[in-house]
Nanobody
Framework: VQLQASGGGLVQAGGSLRLSCAAS????????TGWYRQAPGEQRELVAE???????NYRDSVKGRFTIARDNAKNTVYLQMSSLKPEDTAVYYC?????????????WGQGTQVTVSS
């Protein structure tokens, strides 16, 4: 399984970006997919996650601004980010969890840089 993250860039505060995480296989096999971020000198933190049933969860600081969604037909998970703030600046990583042969496996994309200027 490979995850390809894209969509990062430089945007002014208040702007929007949409991140994409394209999977090499069917995302039907992922019971959970999430977006994490890591700012310089900080720990990686969960931003948003979505389960195979469509349930979502967001960290408090992005609620109402970010939306996670999955397109099963395109095997892609998106993170729509609006009203961006300088504190959203980080490398964003997508993550997916899959059960295979009775065990859970976790996969990571390569990261995409998001920079929000004030």
């Amino acid at each position: 399984v490979q995850l390809q993250a894209s969509g990062g860039g430089l945007v002014q505060a208040g702007g929007s970006l949409r991140l994409s995480c394209a999977a090499s296989g069917s995302i039907f096999s992922f019971y959970r997919t999430g977006w994490y971020r890591q700012a310089p000198g900080e720990q990686r933190e969960l931003v948003a996650e979505i389960t195979s049933s469509g349930s979502t969860n967001y960290r408090d600081s992005v609620k109402g601004r970010f939306t996670i969604a999955r397109d099963n037909a395109k095997n892609t998970v998106y993170l729509q980010m609006s009203s961006l703030k300088p504190e959203d600046t980080a490398v964003y990583y997508c993550n997916a969890n899959q059960f295979r042969s009775g065990s859970s496996f976790s996969y990571w994309g390569q990261g995409t840089q998001v920079t929000v200027s004030s």
